[in-house]
């Protein structure tokens, strides 16, 4: 359980050992419980990762990677940042495959003027070279144009490892996660899985987090 | 935390003339012990009396003072971004490591900040006439000019001095962004 102003999140269990993308309509409580897992915000409860109790730790020693909707500018010229990073988690020999898989090679010399999609794709590059055992991500593709979004999308999918996705987009969750969940007035309401054999069910659940606009 | 934000805020609340005389009070304290008879601070009250009051340094001492309560809120507004520390933590980052890359990557929105309010502090009349009036700024030059000749040549003055600090505010802003 976490708490925003007099805002309440309380989820009873949540097991996120793929893509699991949360969905919901603004204000419905994703990004506290994103916040209370990354050790943001305080909570109640327990988080396990990488197969240890983490809820008293930190956030820079739960090992959840935490990728936001608004890229965070890096602090110095891209590739010194992403060794900077790599050093400190024993990365170095990856520093090059993560470029390369996320295809930021003409960033690498640069320190400004990178478009916000440029800067979600090097703190993408930053959090897979930090070695976390679970990505934590909000609407990270939001500031995306399509090309972008499919590329960041397809290494989520890539992976191979938990990451807990938010997003507006029930299609992108669809395209993304294995396991989707339904959230609402701080309450993940249900979670679906293997969307290929229940596309309809989907539908209907993305219906259902629309209809109240409706 | 709290208790130093409430000791760096005092210059914004209170008269820049109380500033300088507190500022004056505190750099003469050193040559009032030393009239009393504690000779190892002679040295340093003769070292202010040479180099600080009414000296280069006093006016760039001045200007600090005057610029702390804006320079304070734009690095605790720094530290306060959350997201950004969230992101940092995340990657492993703590202590110092992450202060630094927190100032670093909003580099550009604190240098400019800073920069400001330097610029600001400068036209702090009240502290500098008191503690630091030669070498002349352009605020007691203004001043000086009004008292003596009137309004007229102010004005040249003033209007001289806007056209000087925006343009150093742009190229600041060109430069930082």
């Not at chain 1, 965070?72 to 990365?91: I, K």
């Not at chain 1, 029930?170 to 054999?197: K, N, Q, S, T, W």
């Not at chain 2, 003769?46 to 309560?69: D, T």
């Not at chain 2, 990557?105 to 503690?131: K, Y």
């Amino acid at each position: 359980m976490a708490r925003r102003g007099s805002f309440v999140v309380r989820v009873d269990r949540l097991e996120v050992n793929s893509v699991v993308s949360i969905v919901g309509r603004n204000g419905s409580g994703k990004t506290t419980l994103l916040d209370a897992i990354a050790g943001v915000i305080k909570a109640e409860g327990r988080v396990v990762a990488c197969g240890r109790d983490v809820s008293r730790l930190p956030p820079e020693r739960r090992g959840l990677a935490y990728v936001q909707s608004v890229p965070v500018d890096p602090p110095t010229r891209v590739d010194r940042f992403l060794r900077m990073v790599a050093r400190m988690h024993s990365a170095e020999a990856e520093v090059e495959e993560v470029v390369r898989r996320l295809g930021i090679e003409t960033l690498l010399s640069r320190r400004s003027g990178l478009s916000t999609g440029q800067k979600q794709l090097v703190n993408l590059a930053a959090a897979l070279l930090a070695r976390p055992c679970a990505f934590l991500m909000d609407e990270p593709t939001s500031h995306l144009d399509w090309l972008n979004k499919k590329t960041f999308n397809d290494v989520v999918k890539a992976l191979g490892m938990p990451v807990l996705y938010v997003t507006h987009d029930p299609f992108e969750a669809m395209y993304v996660a294995d396991v989707i969940c339904v959230m609402e007035g701080g309450r993940i309401l249900r979670c679906v899985r293997e969307r290929r054999e229940e596309l309809e069910q989907v539908y209907k659940v993305a219906e259902s987090f629309w209809s109240p606009l409706r | 935390m709290g208790a130093l934000a409430q000791v760096l805020y005092i210059p914004a609340v209170v008269p820049p003339t109380s500033v300088g005389v507190l500022l004056l009070a505190s750099f003469s304290l050193p040559r009032l012990f030393c009239e009393e008879g504690v000779a190892t601070l002679c040295a340093l009250a003769s070292f202010v009396s040479e180099y600080v009051i009414n000296k280069p340094l006093g006016v760039l001492i001045a200007m600090a003072v005057m610029a702390l309560p804006t320079s304070f809120s734009i690095f605790d507004g720094a530290l306060r971004e959350e997201r950004a520390e969230a992101f940092f933590r995340a990657l492993g980052f703590s202590g110092l490591r992450l202060l630094l890359l927190l100032l670093l990557s909003l580099r550009s929105a604190t240098a400019s900040a800073l920069v400001f309010s330097w610029i600001r502090s400068f036209g702090e009349l009240g502290v500098l006439l008191i503690f630091a009036s030669y070498p002349m700024t352009a605020s007691i030059y203004i001043y000086q000019a009004w008292l003596i000749y009137g309004v007229g040549p102010a004005v040249g003055a003033s209007l001289a001095v806007i056209a000087a600090v925006a343009a150093l505010a742009f190229v600041a802003r060109r430069w930082l962004s």
